[in-house]
């Protein structure tokens, strides 16, 4: 018998399920009206971003490809605002990797996140960040010229509340780019349940490019391009450890590329 879902989805507003696959913990939904997969926890199990969660830079130390990566995002950034110096919101700064490139850059920038690891991490690097709610940015009336969000949204069971948050924090003709995994990759089509994005405790939605671009309809925004993201590069060690294996530092400097069609990038043009 196969296992059903009591949610409804977030952009539809319609229980229309139909069951992908078993994992160890969850299970994986699509909703036939929209393709937007979700999964269901048949084991609740707290995710806590931790000193073990971040003990493991994902992003090879050092690596120049994964700079390139982050400076590619600022460069796009300064193009579309025109701002040789955008003031910049990261949002879930995670281990700092964009906010040291923003930092050697002289741009100004804040990171936030909801880990106090993830802060003492970035702090430990001498960058600019706090442990502030989105709310408490709004309420000091705060504005950003661009706001980044690098591979958080899948980690969210609901994205509208914090989408629309966003909005509130953009300038007018502000930029918001954000990356999330690709549910549309061939390689999650190869490995199908044992594709470790779902084997990720903390990722709960899984987006294709229609799925997300109607997520920013849904949130208000209006100039939505959605698009591969570029290959980033992370460490052999964190692709190790997301397979079988745990304790492999030595190989931390060891650059991978991930999977060619792996990512999505969103970028909108906020106009108040």
């Not at 940015?137 to 980044?148: D, E, G, H, M």
């Not at 391009?225 to 964190?238: A, N, W």
Request: proline share 3%; glycine share 4%; aromatic share 12%.
């Amino acid at each position: 018998m196969l296992s059903s879902i009591s949610t409804v989805c977030f952009l539809c507003g319609k229980n229309n399920f139909i069951f992908k696959c078993r994992l160890k913990e969850k299970e994986i939904f699509c909703c036939k009206n929209d393709g937007l997969c979700i999964s269901k926890e048949t084991k609740i199990k707290k995710t806590n971003y931790d000193k073990n969660y971040y003990n493991q830079n994902p992003y090879p130390l050092n690596s120049k490809s994964n700079n390139n990566y982050f400076q590619t995002k600022l460069n796009k950034i300064i193009n579309l605002t025109g701002e040789l110096k955008p003031n910049v919101l990261d949002i879930g700064c995670g281990w700092g990797n964009f906010l040291e490139v923003l930092k050697k850059n002289n741009i100004p920038y804040l990171g936030i996140d909801s880990s106090k690891e993830a802060i003492k991490t970035c702090i430990k690097k001498g960058l600019n960040c706090q442990t502030a709610s989105i709310s408490h940015l709004i309420k000091n009336r705060q504005k950003y010229s661009a706001i980044t969000c690098f591979q958080v949204l899948e980690h969210l069971k609901n994205p509208m509340d914090f989408l629309i948050s966003i909005k509130k924090l953009l300038k007018t003709n502000g930029v918001l780019i954000l990356t999330t995994p690709n549910n549309n990759s061939p390689l999650r089509n190869i490995l199908k349940q044992k594709w470790p994005v779902y084997n990720t405790d903390s990722h709960f939605v899984f987006y294709n490019k229609n799925t997300l671009k109607k997520t920013f309809a849904l949130a208000g925004f209006k100039k939505i391009k959605v698009q591969l993201d570029s290959v980033r590069f992370m460490s052999l060690t964190y692709i190790i450890s997301r397979t079988f294996l745990r304790e492999f530092k030595f190989l931390n400097n060891i650059s991978v590329p991930t999977d060619l069609f792996g990512d999505l990038e969103a970028i909108i043009k906020y106009e108040n």
